[in-house]
């Protein structure tokens, strides 16, 4: 008898109009208002980087005119060591994820792909101790071997290095430092390749890196673009390692294994913040602009590609 | 059947048919060559003078790639030729790629296993002048901004990933996607710049503070989640959503009560990779909340003088000790190291958990 | 071309399951052979281990001899890809290469060989394989478009075409009609009549009124039950299988009691 009551309670309780409204539009509110949150963040990003770096973009300095003038051989830097380490990641990554999707027995691929994604989970400023005391030291032999034999080479020319600490090795780590990104987007793509055009390739007599170059690769064109485009804005954004393996100044110049490097605009802002005058903070903000306005279009191209938004890492 | 002799196809065809059974290289034959290959480089490089572990190994890889191609084109022919050196080539790669992981880990451990001692994690900086001291402030110092950051960006990610599967549509949910996406790709720099700025203006010029590091590291965070917690939103499926709609249950008490529970596993393991991707973030710290050698409890930029109150997290700890040691170099390289040590441990453990709950907790789906 | 195959004591292992056991036939040159039976009785496999395609499936192995004319295609020795060469094969579904054109995916298998082949010499190629597979009429003007824009039928023969461009001896197709409208199956099967005259031609199909239509022989494949191996159960001329098997089973299958 009380139950019967109690349930026609809870009936009439949920029958309420309002009851259950309320509770969803206030849970659609706060969800809704998170998103929104997203879109405050962003635009405040913009707007304190902006005002911060206003200084700096409307007057110049003396020595260095105005804020072009100052950023230009940061960036050169920036584009120079971020094209270098793809162009040594990039078939090093497809190669890799070629292994792992195609060649490798299917006990050792799961593992396989965990190493390189331990490579991405090791912090940067790991990469960088690691660079400066393991891999610049150890290349330095190379530098002179390049500078020597090879020094007619415009990239090659001028006075070796002799502590490693150069575009060539820093470029290096950059380049381990991204592989992760592009490997696990290139697995992804290569394993999706229809096993049906892999048979049909096999029929026909291909060996299997003919099937590879006649299916999986051009399948996979579009993904290795997109995440080699991904694979850049890490690049361009990445601080620390640059930082600390790089050797750099304020110049521009495309040798590889001198001391004197173009510096990037992400290890230029670490390395001179703590010591910059007021002025000088405005610039390096305003530098950190041009930065965030470069990743973002490298970011966005790369999604472009791959013919939609989301797809990343992992 | 047209004679083999007046039809040259044929004549074909049959040349292929004796060489259906072609030569092959027996499988001993790639370790050899290798073997020979680098004592070959070896003798030749210490001949000249030159010996060098680098240079004898990318010589010897180089003679191997050569000398097989030649004994397999000879033997097996220039297709199945190409396509051996494209297996070791690809091989290659991984090796490649596993060589700076392995050295990394190495040196890492041997040089962090030196100051890995108690003493490391007990006692701060302070008063340190040389050998001796610890980390024990920068580690309270990651552990306090990390945890603020993830208290920032847990809830909001999370409920703009509810929001993106089970409320958007429209112009809204497309500008929010998009926006994830270009936080996703903001450098980890300019996110320190951003709680600089944003932190000087609000407070007072120079401001530094743990939590100025911990809104540059929420920054860099919310989008991961968002991310992680989405994909995994998404997969709770939707059969299961209209059992529940059918008992009469009103949406969001079926989000709390049926979807969120199906995928907690899955936004765990995301929240705990998320913050394996930020402990170890330096730059934007390095910008943000200054450095100390003492311990710092308070983030907030009131504590000290002039609104900076700063605050040591681990990396950017490492990064100052061994970019600026003091006497004995030593004592300050070796405390950078076991901060590294520390740090990597740290993320792979993060990294294994994060696997394991998701792998353990994992709800079975029918997807 | 079109070589003889023989199966001896072929047995058909995927890991430790058998899947298929104790087949030996004759497949004469020039003629089609279709291999019939229920789902799960190893016709396929058996297909698919007559050019070394099911070495490809993780853990499937072969045990017993399949020749070629005289040639064991299981020697040692023998490099499976040259077996391919000669054994071409067409798939359930049609499969060409999407990013290639209809031109590019006829000259899929020869450009592996051959790379500096004489335009004149492709082109000729393209034409001849095309008319082989009854598509040239329909595609002659668009060669250069993606192979992917064509119908369903259209797309199998230019499989067909694919294949038979490389001048296969032997030509086997793995229920090649399964995924086609009706229209488009009598138009490859007419291709299959024509295509005996050079090939030796074995066939895997669902379609008992397609085997009957199609093959000068039959083999029934069966199996007891679920978990034992398939079974070559009976084989023989078509006609005679179709009116007057000399197997209970085969009667039931043909007849529509079972599969």
Same mark, same amino acid.
Request: glycine share 10%.
């Given at each position: 008898?009380?139950?019967?009551?109690?349930?026609?309670?809870?009936?009439?309780?949920?029958?309420?109009?309002?009851?259950?409204?309320?509770?969803?539009?206030?849970?659609?509110?706060?969800?809704?208002?998170?998103?929104?949150?997203?879109?405050?963040?962003?635009?405040?990003?913009?707007?304190?980087?902006?005002?911060?770096?206003?200084?700096?973009?409307?007057?110049?300095?003396?020595?260095?005119?105005?804020?072009?003038?100052?950023?230009?051989?940061?960036?050169?830097?920036?584009?120079?060591?971020?094209?270098?380490?793809?162009?040594?990641?990039?078939?090093?990554?497809?190669?890799?994820?070629?292994?792992?999707?195609?060649?490798?027995?299917?006990?050792?691929?799961?593992?396989?792909?965990?190493?390189?994604?331990?490579?991405?989970?090791?912090?940067?400023?790991?990469?960088?101790?690691?660079?400066?005391?393991?891999?610049?030291?150890?290349?330095?032999?190379?530098?002179?071997?390049?500078?020597?034999?090879?020094?007619?080479?415009?990239?090659?020319?001028?006075?070796?290095?002799?502590?490693?600490?150069?575009?060539?090795?820093?470029?290096?780590?950059?380049?381990?430092?991204?592989?992760?990104?592009?490997?696990?987007?290139?697995?992804?793509?290569?394993?999706?390749?229809?096993?049906?055009?892999?048979?049909?390739?096999?029929?026909?007599?291909?060996?299997?890196?003919?099937?590879?170059?006649?299916?999986?690769?051009?399948?996979?064109?579009?993904?290795?673009?997109?995440?080699?485009?991904?694979?850049?804005?890490?690049?361009?954004?990445?601080?620390?390692?640059?930082?600390?393996?790089?050797?750099?100044?304020?110049?521009?110049?495309?040798?590889?294994?001198?001391?004197?490097?173009?510096?990037?605009?992400?290890?230029?802002?670490?390395?001179?913040?703590?010591?910059?005058?007021?002025?000088?903070?405005?610039?390096?903000?305003?530098?950190?602009?041009?930065?965030?306005?470069?990743?973002?279009?490298?970011?966005?191209?790369?999604?472009?590609?791959?013919?939609?938004?989301?797809?990343?890492?992992? | 059947?047209?004679?083999?002799?007046?039809?040259?196809?044929?004549?074909?065809?049959?040349?292929?048919?004796?060489?259906?059974?072609?030569?092959?290289?027996?499988?001993?034959?790639?370790?050899?060559?290798?073997?020979?290959?680098?004592?070959?480089?070896?003798?030749?490089?210490?001949?000249?003078?030159?010996?060098?572990?680098?240079?004898?190994?990318?010589?010897?890889?180089?003679?191997?790639?050569?000398?097989?191609?030649?004994?397999?084109?000879?033997?097996?022919?220039?297709?199945?030729?190409?396509?051996?050196?494209?297996?070791?080539?690809?091989?290659?790669?991984?090796?490649?790629?596993?060589?700076?992981?392995?050295?990394?880990?190495?040196?890492?451990?041997?040089?962090?296993?030196?100051?890995?001692?108690?003493?490391?994690?007990?006692?701060?900086?302070?008063?340190?002048?040389?050998?001796?001291?610890?980390?024990?402030?920068?580690?309270?110092?990651?552990?306090?901004?990390?945890?603020?950051?993830?208290?920032?960006?847990?809830?909001?990610?999370?409920?703009?990933?509810?929001?993106?599967?089970? @409320? #958007?549509? =429209?112009?809204? +949910?497309?500008?929010?996607?998009?926006? &994830?996406?270009?936080? %996703?790709?903001?450098?980890? /720099? $300019?996110?320190?710049?951003?709680?600089?700025?944003?932190?000087?203006?609000?407070?007072?010029?120079?401001?530094?503070?743990?939590?100025?590091?911990?809104?540059?590291?929420?920054?860099?965070?919310?989008?991961?989640?968002?991310?992680?917690?989405?994909?995994?939103?998404?997969?709770?499926?939707?059969?299961?959503?209209?059992?529940? @709609? #059918?008992? =009469?249950?009103? +949406?969001?008490?079926?989000?709390?009560? &049926?979807?969120?529970? %199906?995928?907690?596993?899955? /936004? $765990?393991?995301?929240?705990?990779?998320?913050?394996?991707?930020?402990?170890?973030?330096?730059?934007?710290?390095?910008?943000?909340?200054?450095?100390?050698?003492?311990?710092?409890?308070?983030?907030?930029?009131?504590?000290?003088?002039?609104?900076?109150?700063?605050?040591?997290?681990?990396?950017?700890?490492?990064?100052?000790?061994?970019?600026?040691? =003091?006497?004995?170099?030593?004592?300050?390289?070796?405390?950078?190291?076991?901060?590294?040590?520390?740090?990597?441990?740290?993320?792979?453990?993060?990294?294994?958990?994060?696997?394991?709950?998701?792998?353990?907790?994992?709800?079975?789906?029918?997807? | 071309?079109?070589?003889?195959?023989?199966?001896?004591?072929?047995?058909?292992?995927?890991?430790?399951?058998?899947?298929?056991?104790?087949?030996?036939?004759?497949?004469?040159?020039?003629?089609?052979?279709?291999?019939?039976?229920?789902?799960?009785?190893?016709?396929?496999?058996?297909?698919?281990?007559?050019?070394?395609?099911?070495?490809?499936?993780?853990?499937?192995?072969?045990?017993?001899?399949?020749?070629?004319?005289?040639?064991?295609?299981?020697?040692?020795?023998?490099?499976?890809?040259?077996?391919?060469?000669?054994?071409?094969?067409?798939?359930?579904?049609?499969?060409?290469?999407?990013?290639?054109?209809?031109?590019?995916?006829?000259?899929?298998?020869?450009?592996?060989?051959?790379?500096?082949?004489?335009?004149?010499?492709?082109?000729?190629?393209?034409?001849?394989?095309?008319?082989?597979?009854?598509?040239?009429?329909?595609?002659?003007?668009?060669?250069?478009?993606?192979?992917?824009?064509?119908?369903?039928?259209?797309?199998?023969?230019?499989?067909?075409?694919?294949?038979?461009?490389?001048?296969?001896?032997?030509?086997?197709?793995?229920?090649?009609?399964?995924?086609?409208?009706?229209?488009?199956?009598?138009?490859?099967?007419?291709?299959?009549?024509?295509?005996?005259?050079?090939?030796?031609?074995?066939?895997?199909?669902?379609?008992?009124?397609?085997?009957?239509?199609?093959?000068?022989?039959?083999?029934?494949?069966?199996?007891?039950?679920?978990?034992?191996?398939?079974?070559?159960?009976?084989?023989?001329?078509?006609?005679?299988?179709?009116?007057?098997?000399?197997?209970?089973?085969?009667?039931?299958?043909?007849?529509?009691?079972?599969?």
């Amino acid at each position: 008898m009380s139950d019967d009551i109690r349930s026609i309670e809870t009936v009439d309780e949920s029958l309420m109009a309002d009851h259950g409204n309320v509770g969803d539009a206030a849970f659609r509110g706060i969800s809704t208002g998170s998103g929104g949150i997203i879109m405050v963040i962003l635009a405040a990003v913009a707007v304190f980087l902006i005002a911060q770096a206003a200084p700096a973009i409307t007057t110049g300095d003396p020595r260095y005119g105005n804020l072009w003038g100052y950023v230009a051989p940061y960036l050169f830097g920036t584009i120079w060591i971020s094209f270098l380490a793809l162009l040594i990641a990039v078939p090093v990554s497809v190669g890799i994820a070629l292994y792992i999707s195609h060649y490798a027995p299917k006990k050792l691929a799961t593992p396989v792909a965990f190493v390189v994604d331990l490579l991405a989970a090791v912090p940067s400023i790991v990469f960088g101790l690691w660079g400066i005391t393991t891999l610049a030291p150890m290349l330095v032999p190379a530098h002179q071997w390049l500078t020597e034999y090879l020094g007619f080479i415009p990239l090659f020319s001028g006075t070796a290095s002799g502590t490693g600490r150069t575009m060539l090795t820093a470029s290096l780590v950059l380049a381990i430092m991204v592989l992760p990104i592009i490997t696990s987007l290139t697995r992804e793509v290569f394993l999706r390749t229809p096993k049906l055009q892999e048979e049909a390739s096999l029929a026909l007599g291909a060996t299997k890196w003919e099937m590879i170059r006649q299916v999986v690769l051009p399948f996979g064109r579009s993904g290795i673009v997109a995440a080699s485009m991904l694979g850049l804005g890490r690049a361009l954004g990445e601080t620390m390692a640059v930082a600390m393996v790089l050797s750099g100044g304020r110049m521009i110049s495309p040798r590889l294994l001198t001391s004197e490097n173009p510096n990037t605009i992400a290890a230029n802002i670490a390395l001179g913040f703590a010591e910059a005058d007021s002025g000088g903070v405005h610039r390096l903000i305003a530098t950190g602009l041009v930065l965030f306005a470069i990743t973002i279009v490298v970011n966005m191209a790369g999604r472009l590609i791959t013919g939609g938004p989301r797809k990343e890492s992992r | 059947m047209s004679t083999p002799a007046n039809d040259p196809r044929a004549a074909a065809q049959h040349e292929a048919e004796i060489h259906l059974t072609a030569g092959q290289l027996p499988g001993y034959i790639g370790p050899a060559v290798f073997v020979v290959a680098l004592v070959v480089s070896a003798t030749v490089l210490g001949l000249l003078g030159a010996f060098g572990w680098i240079a004898t190994v990318l010589l010897a890889v180089i003679g191997f790639l050569v000398a097989m191609f030649a004994l397999s084109t000879a033997v097996e022919g220039r297709r199945r030729a190409v396509d051996r050196i494209a297996r070791y080539l690809i091989l290659g790669t991984f090796l490649l790629a596993l060589a700076p992981l392995l050295s990394l880990l190495f040196k890492v451990a041997s040089e962090g296993i030196i100051r890995f001692d108690v003493t490391y994690f007990t006692s701060t900086k302070r008063n340190v002048i040389g050998a001796g001291g610890g980390a024990a402030h920068a580690i309270i110092g990651t552990l306090i901004t990390t945890g603020m950051a993830t208290v920032f960006s847990v809830p909001v990610g999370l409920l703009t990933a509810i929001y993106l599967v089970e @409320y #958007g549509k =429209g112009w809204m +949910k497309r500008v929010i996607t998009f926006l &994830v996406d270009v936080m %996703t790709g903001i450098p980890s /720099i $300019v996110a320190g710049l951003f709680a600089y700025s944003l932190i000087s203006l609000m407070v007072g010029h120079g401001s530094k503070s743990g939590l100025a590091g911990a809104l540059a590291l929420s920054v860099l965070m919310i989008p991961y989640v968002v991310r992680n917690s989405e994909e995994i939103i998404r997969l709770v499926p939707d059969k299961l959503r209209e059992a529940s @709609y #059918g008992l =009469g249950v009103s +949406k969001w008490r079926t989000i709390v009560k &049926v979807v969120l529970p %199906t995928s907690v596993s899955g /936004i $765990v393991s995301g929240v705990v990779l998320a913050i394996a991707r930020i402990i170890g973030e330096t730059a934007p710290l390095l910008i943000t909340m200054g450095f100390t050698a003492s311990m710092t409890t308070n983030p907030l930029p009131t504590g000290g003088s002039n609104m900076v109150n700063p605050m040591t997290s681990l990396p950017v700890f490492v990064f100052y000790e061994y970019t600026r040691p =003091g006497r004995p170099q030593e004592a300050f390289l070796d405390r950078a190291w076991t901060g590294a040590l520390v740090l990597v441990l740290i993320v792979m453990v993060l990294n294994l958990i994060g696997r394991w709950v998701a792998r353990k907790y994992a709800p079975k789906i029918n997807r | 071309m079109a070589k003889r195959m023989e199966l001896k004591n072929l047995n058909i292992f995927y890991g430790d399951f058998k899947a298929v056991e104790n087949v030996s036939m004759v497949i004469e040159p020039r003629s089609v052979t279709a291999f019939i039976g229920p789902s799960g009785c190893g016709k396929s496999t058996v297909l698919r281990s007559l050019d070394r395609m099911l070495e490809l499936t993780s853990g499937a192995r072969v045990e017993g001899q399949v020749l070629l004319d005289e040639q064991d295609i299981y020697a040692p020795r023998v490099d499976p890809v040259r077996v391919r060469q000669q054994i071409g094969m067409v798939f359930q579904q049609p499969n060409p290469f999407p990013t290639m054109s209809i031109r590019d995916n006829v000259l899929a298998g020869i450009q592996l060989n051959s790379r500096r082949m004489p335009k004149a010499r492709k082109d000729e190629i393209v034409e001849r394989s095309l008319k082989g597979a009854n598509l040239w009429n329909e595609v002659k003007d668009r060669l250069n478009a993606p192979g992917n824009g064509l119908s369903g039928g259209q797309q199998q023969r230019l499989c067909i075409a694919r294949a038979i461009a490389i001048q296969p001896e032997v030509l086997l197709m793995d229920e090649p009609c399964s995924a086609l409208d009706p229209v488009s199956t009598l138009a490859v099967e007419d291709l299959i009549h024509e295509l005996k005259e050079n090939y030796t031609v074995v066939i895997v199909t669902h379609n008992m009124q397609q085997a009957s239509r199609v093959s000068d022989k039959t083999g029934f494949f069966n199996i007891k039950g679920t978990g034992t191996p398939g079974r070559l159960i009976e084989f023989d001329a078509t006609e005679k299988i179709f009116t007057n098997p000399s197997e209970q089973d085969t009667e039931r299958y043909i007849t529509g009691q079972f599969g």
